[in-house]
């Protein structure tokens, strides 16, 4: 396939007609826009021919799409971009406008070279610091949430007076195909701008979503994307043909004026075709018909470029081949120089970009808190909250019911009256677009603090933090960084509003997320300090880090018994680093190593098994991401026996992860766990069958303790 598409170029070329159909003031862009949709069908080219060499990775291509040009010369360069993975040529045009030959790039992509400037060897993708492309990967539509937050980021920032990555009228574009159009996560974020339009708030976004029927072997039927979003009310519709530059050029500079005038959104449904299939390993003639390839070549939108610019009297049909064929050996050079460039060759290079810390740094950013009564945790992060909007001018709290309610617990309860709605508020109930909008305002210049009313709530969003937050700074090189603190309400034991949706134990999903921090406290200083810590590595390093809340613990005044106070703290008087636990007591005997509300439970056992002669200690993990392992095996050592209070379940629970540790850094002791089972929650009291309670840590607690230690 990929020489039937040259081929039947150059021969369709050949067969022109000189013309003249005057094209001014059209004429001299067309040439520019030209250039960058043949270096766009050159990169297709050699990315097959050298990937059949084995110099090569990556063949999804471009070729079909090359009408996109005219979409970036309808945009500023400095407008942001969130690009389809088929935008070769508004790459390559964009970089033209800031004076760059964008061919290079693009080949170090494909050939993995460490040189390329914004991944560096992890990834082919598009994206350019400088020119406000921000890299996104493969997964379906999952970059259109972040778009929308970018979108609302722009004038937000501006109507909070606090300095932005983006000019006080730019507006934000984000492509994508016809068949991640259908995807849950676009319609949903469509929506969300035309909902957030809806209430007069500016929303900047030019979906861009080029249409070529199929999606890998599905086809989309036609007229579809035009009947789907042809007569949405509140977003307002364009339609360009890919084929005709000259006419995709004057719908898009249409479009993006529209949403740059107006602060709405607009759909730019572009018609493309899709040639040499999907990617370099796809046989499209195993599920498309050769009448329907053909049809495909003559709607090829690089030979409509040249049927125009020959009709136009602009280039004779040679000219035409020359530049062609000059573009050909241009595009060779280079991939023979990228193919010959330095790769990643260690653990240590891929890794570097995920999660850098500066904890000195971090450290000497703390600023103290002050309230003048013990507070629960609930109030104490709520304080907490409100400290942090006086100091830091660009953080946002937002979710579902945070503002006026204050949130379902009264966590945020006053904060909206504090800081005002343009920074306290509420956002429609989606997660995707609650985390995807604290992605586009992080990446912004912003600093969100995003709420997840339940953990149970996470588990249909997650890729947002998976595949878009924790993979930004690793396919940029840290150019593009995601500060933002996700709180979560979660875990178990609520009383009186039970129910799995309401007391889900499920942290699996975070916690094999590379670099994603996970702080999970347990007392109610400890969840001061650490979300303070949380706030400060978001604005110092650019850390995503979720901040999960036991809802049990919310409003829990007392430890031992009635009126004791016990689980009531005044304002932290210490940082608490990433990566630090929190011992308490100094038993000899027996190590419990817990977090959350397993905590509680092991100091309340604690007492019980002192009354029985065994004398424990108390390690709370605080961080799971990443475990406090040099707390861990000092603890451990220090008893020689320890168990792992694990609330979570015994499958993917956090055990799991505590007891790796300790074998992997040669711990000889006696080390056993004790979890919840391995079952969703249960509403009313039958869900104490399946959650570990107090009686269990403590008989598994006295048996241990009754085991010798080994000698050796």
């Known amino acids: 396939m990929t020489e039937q598409v040259d081929e039947h170029f150059v021969a369709s070329v050949r067969a022109l007609a000189p013309g003249r159909r005057p094209l001014a003031p059209v004429g001299p862009q067309l040439l520019e826009l030209f250039d960058a949709q043949l270096g766009s069908r050159h990169l297709d080219l050699a990315a097959r021919e050298f990937r059949a060499r084995g110099l090569g990775y990556y063949t999804i291509g471009s070729s079909g799409h090359e009408g996109n040009a005219a979409v970036a010369a309808a945009l500023r360069p400095t407008d942001p971009a969130l690009l389809h993975y088929r935008s070769g040529a508004f790459y390559l045009e964009r970089m033209r406008q800031l004076g760059r030959n964008g061919l290079l790039d693009v080949l170090l992509g494909m050939m993995a070279a460490t040189d390329e400037p914004i991944a560096g060897g992890r990834h082919k993708v598009f994206g350019h610091h400088d020119a406000a492309i921000i890299p996104q990967t493969s997964t379906i539509a999952s970059h259109l949430p972040r778009a929308l937050g970018v979108a609302f980021a722009i004038d937000r920032a501006r109507k909070l007076g606090v300095p932005s990555k983006w000019a006080p009228d730019a507006i934000t574009v984000c492509s994508f195909g016809d068949a991640s159009a259908n995807h849950s996560t676009a319609a949903g974020s469509i929506n969300a701008a035309v909902y957030t339009a809806y209430q007069g708030l500016p929303v900047p976004l030019l979906f861009v979503c080029e249409d070529n029927g199929l999606g890998i072997s599905v086809p989309t039927p036609q007229g579809w994307i035009a009947t789907a979003y042809g007569s949405r009310p509140g977003l307002r ?135 003048d009564e013990p507070a629960t945790f609930a109030q104490a992060v709520n304080r907490t909250l409100a400290q942090l909007l006086g100091r830091h001018p660009g953080l946002c709290v937002f979710g579902e019911d945070v503002a006026r ?201 604690a007492r019980r098994l002192a009354a029985d002669g065994i004398s424990c200690r108390v390690l709370d ?41 300790l074998g992997d850094e040669g711990f000889t002791g006696i080390v056993q766990r004790v979890a919840s089972e391995d079952s969703f929650i249960p509403l009313g009291d039958a869900a104490r069958t399946v959650l570990l309670s107090e009686d269990d840590i403590h008989d598994a607690a006295t048996s241990l303790a009754a085991q010798p230690l080994h000698t050796f």
């Not at 999907?278 to 499209?284: M, R």
């Not at 956002?427 to 709420?451: C, H, I, K, N, R």
């Not at 220090?638 to 790796?660: F, K, N, Q, S, Y």
């Open 237 to 371: 519709y364009f339609h360009a043909s890919g084929f005709d530059l000259v006419q995709t050029r004057e719908v898009a500079t249409e479009a993006a004026e529209y949403v740059r005038r107006h602060r709405k959104p607009a759909f730019l449904h572009l018609s493309t075709v899709r040639l040499m299939g999907h990617a370099g390993s796809d046989a499209e003639v195993a599920y498309r018909s050769s009448a329907d390839i053909i049809d495909g070549l003559a709607r090829d939108p690089v030979l409509g470029t040249a049927e125009t610019l020959v009709a136009a009297g602009i280039l004779t049909p040679a000219d035409v081949l020359e530049r062609y064929e000059a573009k050909r050996q241009e595009v060779r050079e280079l991939a023979e120089d990228a193919s010959g460039r330095p790769q990643l060759d260690s653990a240590k290079a891929v890794m570097a970009p995920l999660a850098p810390r500066r904890p000195a740094l971090v450290a000497s950013r703390i600023e103290p808190l002050t309230w």
């Open 621 to 661: 993990l605080r961080w799971l991401a990443p475990l406090p392992v040099e707390d861990l095996l000092r603890e451990a050592a220090a008893t020689g026996r320890v168990l792992v209070v694990d609330e979570t379940r015994r499958t993917g629970g956090v055990a799991e992860g505590v007891i790796t540790a």
């Open 405 to 605: 309610k204050g949130g379902v617990y009264g966590v945020t309860r006053g904060l909206q009256k504090l800081a005002g709605a343009g920074r306290v508020f509420d956002t429609l109930l989606d997660e995707q677009s609650v985390l995807g909008l604290g992605l586009g305002l992080g990446v912004s210049g912003l600093l969100p603090v995003a709420e997840i009313q339940y953990l149970a709530y996470l588990h249909n969003a997650v890729d947002q933090l998976r595949g878009e937050g924790a993979s930004l700074p690793f396919f940029s090189q840290g150019q593009y960084r995601n500060p933002m603190v996700v709180r979560i309400a979660g875990y178990a034991y609520q009383k009186g509003f039970g129910g799995h949706f309401h007391n889900d134990n499920a942290v699996a999903a975070l916690r094999d997320i590379p670099g994603l921090v996970i702080a999970s406290p347990s007392r109610p200083d400890d969840a001061a300090a650490m979300l303070r810590t949380c706030v400060t590595a978001a604005d110092v390093d650019g850390t995503l880090s979720v901040f999960l809340e036991p809802i049990a613990l919310y409003h829990t005044r007392d430890l031992h018994s009635e009126g004791d106070g016990g689980w009531l703290a005044p304002a932290p008087t210490e940082h608490v680093p990433i990566g630090r636990g929190r011992t308490h007591g100094d038993g000899t005997d027996l190590t419990l190593v817990s977090f959350g509300n397993g905590v509680r439970m092991s100091l309340r056992v």
